[in-house]
């Protein structure tokens, strides 16, 4: 397995001096021997789990907060015996991690305590400190809904003297960028509380099971946690539940009938019943189109709040199945059923009382933990950076309006300590009455960061980079990312092909039973799930809890990313259908009309040209 070393991949024509863009720390060094030496021989994947396309300057303030999130909870706080975080770098714009391990076995012996008092507190505690957690989620959403930004007005009121109040608009502003920058990585501490010990759950019992049976598939073991539900799928009830209310009212036809929410808004007010299935939108709307149509990670994933016409699309999807009088609940007890089947089985084939045991506890935690790893999606990477997003478009908005840059958008080729920097130069200037320095400075500079993202976005990253290593324990690496060693095997074989239409095989992970055959749809964005026909495979970089009335038109899905546990893999088990995830390569070999064959029991995808 070789995959190319870290400091020899090279700069993009036309980018040299990309590395200012972002963190000084996210960059491979020369310059440091110990560090230079650490990081060629470490194995750093691309995270494109997170990140399917290259990550703008200010977006990165999510990659740190998990680089601090994650990697604090399983070194300083939880302890996990054999990794301490993971590691980041950034590479063209793509940003790349590598789990950390400990190497020392007495170290990892020393941990176990720690981690045994520490986890077990959370694992016996889960369902009275989920709640606490939920709490200060909605607390801090509150928040930040709640957090004014101020413009900067060419008089202060008269108050500001009547009243003694003793600051400034300029200051309330930059205190107001300070407070959202922290309400965000406040929010993300709130992310990872439980999350790696939602992992760990989910590799404990794994690693259990397969001890046992040796020969058991990965996918079995992860139906015996199927059938759950959660409210990440609750986004995608209120869809259907509104699709029946439309046929119940008798206008399904103006949102089957209109492409664009404006004229089916318009010919609903118009409608005598059209106004009450509205008030039924607006009831639905607060929180639940509060999902994002990516990952959330990106200020470029819009919410369905920020444009109606993807909640629409799916609407009109369900209507259609309804009206052809089919079922388009998720099939649930027949999940549960087979989920039920599976465990039984496996369950009496274990002689030992004591394995018998150990089984129940630790199907019973995984089941425990299942919801949390889904639900916190929905409060934080959607609820909360719908929010967020927003809020930084009006700092955004005010900085345009005294010319630190030309647009809106142009903000996010700014890192965030640069729009400090801006901020401050802005209001300054604002307070003295003289013209700021960033206007002659920001543009120039964001035009040149255009032209170097647009390269970044033409570039085809590497898979991994470095020494894969001899056993990969992290567990989010395993059963999130689906990096594995066999999964680094199978990504080296097809890097090593030089033709990639030669390629008719795919392998990945068995992420979801049932085999079958249809045309793909190679699918990079929220925009392009809104063309998928009936029976189309969907073939995707990654996909998104708001991609779900998409689940109802497909027959399988194939990912490049994503684990046993990623969200395509849980998604397609919740309904029953095919998926192989993890294959590295499917976006970039497969294309739009290719007949597919999908083998979700072996993970195996077949491409007939």
Not at 177 to 193: R, S, T, V
Not at 421 to 434: I, R, S
Request: aromatic share 12%.
């Amino acid at each position: 397995m070789k995959f190319p070393k870290p400091h020899d991949v090279r700069t993009i024509p036309g980018t040299e001096g990309w590395e200012r863009m972002y963190p000084y720390q996210y960059q491979f060094v020369t310059d440091d021997p110990e560090r230079m030496t650490y990081e060629a021989q470490s194995f750093w994947f691309y995270d494109g789990l997170h990140y399917p396309e290259p990550i703008y300057p200010f977006d990165t303030i999510w990659d740190e907060a998990w680089y601090l999130g994650l990697s604090q909870y399983n070194n300083r706080i939880f302890q996990v015996p054999p990794v301490r975080g993971v590691d980041h770098r950034i590479i063209n714009g793509y940003v790349y991690i590598s789990p950390v391990p400990v190497t020392d076995p007495e170290e990892v012996g020393s941990r176990v305590p720690n981690f045994m008092e520490r986890a077990g507190y959370y694992y016996k505690n889960w369902n009275e400190l989920e709640a606490k957690w939920e709490l200060k989620m909605k607390g801090i959403i509150k928040q930040i809904e709640e957090l004014p930004i101020p413009s900067l007005p060419d008089l202060e009121d008269i108050s500001v003297v009547t009243e003694g109040i003793g600051e400034s608009k300029g200051f309330h502003l930059i205190k107001a960028y300070d407070d959202l920058i922290n309400l965000g990585i406040q929010c993300w501490q709130y992310h990872f509380e439980f999350l790696n010990l939602g992992y760990a759950a989910y590799v404990f019992f794994l690693d259990f099971v397969q001890k046992l049976f040796p020969s058991i598939p990965l996918q079995r073991v992860t139906q015996m946690i199927a059938g759950i539900d959660v409210i990440m799928y609750r986004s995608d009830d209120e869809l259907k539940k509104l699709a029946k209310k439309a046929i119940e009212l008798g206008v399904d036809l103006i949102l089957t009938n209109c492409g664009e929410w404006q004229d089916a808004e318009t010919a609903l007010k118009a409608h005598p019943k059209g106004r009450t299935w509205l008030d039924a939108l607006e009831e639905a709307r607060y929180p639940w189109f509060h999902v994002s149509t990516g990952t959330g990670w990106s200020h470029s994933d819009k919410s369905w709040n920020d444009d109606l016409n993807i909640p629409l699309s799916g609407i009109a999807t369900y209507i259609n199945q309804l009206r052809q009088g089919m079922d388009i609940e998720r099939p649930m007890e027949k999940v549960r059923a087979e989920r039920d089947r599976i465990t039984e089985e496996y369950r009496d084939l274990i002689t030992s009382d004591e394995d018998r045991k150990t089984f129940d506890e630790l199907l019973g935690t995984a089941k425990t933990v299942f919801p949390y790893v889904e639900n916190h999606l929905f409060y934080v990477e959607h609820w909360f950076h719908t929010v967020f997003w927003r809020k930084m478009r009006e700092v955004a908005a005010i900085m345009k309006e005294h010319g630190m840059f030309e647009d809106v958008e142009d903000v996010w080729y700014l890192r965030r300590d640069e729009i400090k920097q801006g901020l401050w130069d802005m209001v300054t200037a604002w307070a003295t009455g003289v013209k700021p320095r960033g206007t002659a400075v920001w543009p120039k500079e964001i035009a040149w960061r255009k032209g170097v993202m647009k390269k970044f976005q033409e570039w085809s990253p590497p898979p991994a980079v470095g020494i894969p290593p001899e056993v990969i324990r992290e567990p989010f690496t395993i059963v999130l990312w689906g990096v594995t060693n066999s999964s680094i095997s199978d990504w080296s074989e097809v890097q090593d092909i030089s033709d990639p239409d030669s390629i008719t095989t795919l392998k990945g992970f068995a992420g979801s039973p049932g085999v079958v055959e249809g045309k793909a749809r190679v699918c990079r964005s929220a925009d392009d799930i809104r063309l998928l026909q009936e029976g189309e495979i969907l073939v995707a970089p990654t996909t998104s809890p708001s991609w779900a009335p998409a689940f109802a038109r497909i027959k399988g899905a194939i990912t490049d990313v994503g684990g046993v546990m990623s969200h395509a893999a849980i998604v397609c088990r919740e309904y029953g259908m095919p998926a192989v995830v993890g294959t590295g390569h499917a976006t970039k070999i497969i294309r739009t009309g290719m007949m597919l064959r999908v083998d979700g029991a072996t993970g195996v995808v077949t491409i007939d040209r």
